[in-house]
C-alpha cells in the first residue's frame, strides 16, 4: 500500500516563503507525474504545478515566478518552494502523485496526500 505523506504548512507573513514537501512510502515501482493542488475555502480544488518523470514544469499563471516544483526520486518525495506569499494563496495544499505499481505493466494508479493547510495573514 502506497502512502503519502505531506509537511510544511503553516502560518506566514504576506512576502514570506514556506517548503511544502510530500513523501511517498509503500512499494512501487516509479513515480510518473507528481503535482500539487490548492483548495480555498468555497472554490474548487485547482492545479498549482505538476512536474513530469522527465523533469518538465507547468505552473498555473497566479504563481508563476513565485514557486517552484521539485522531485527527489531517490527520496521519493516532490517539493513545492512557495516565495513571494499572498493572501490569496492561503488554501489547503494537496499533492498527488501517479504512480506505476509494477514494472510490468503501464498501469497507473492515483495517490493523493491528506492535505496541508497554509495560511498567508499578517
Known amino acids: 500500500q502506497v502512502q503519502l505523506v505531506e509537511s510544511g504548512g503553516g502560518l506566514v507573513q504576506p512576502g514570506g516563503s514556506l517548503r511544502l514537501a510530500c513523501a511517498a512510502s509503500?512499494?512501487?515501482?516509479?513515480?510518473?507525474?507528481m503535482a500539487w493542488y490548492r483548495q480555498a475555502p468555497g472554490k474548487q480544488r485547482e492545479l498549482v504545478a505538476d512536474i513530469t518523470i522527465s523533469g518538465n514544469e507547468n505552473y498555473a499563471d497566479s504563481v508563476k515566478g513565485r514557486f517552484t516544483i521539485s522531485r527527489d526520486n531517490i527520496k521519493n518525495t516532490v517539493y513545492l518552494q512557495m516565495n513571494s506569499l499572498k493572501a490569496e494563496d492561503t488554501a489547503d495544499y494537496y499533492c498527488?502523485?501517479?504512480?506505476?505499481?509494477?514494472?510490468?505493466?503501464?498501469?497507473?494508479?492515483?495517490?493523493w496526500g491528506q492535505g496541508t493547510q497554509v495560511t498567508v495573514s499578517s
Open positions: 509503500g512499494s512501487f515501482f516509479r513515480m510518473y507525474r
Open positions: 498527488n502523485i501517479k504512480i506505476e505499481p509494477s514494472p510490468f505493466s503501464s498501469r497507473q494508479v492515483d495517490y
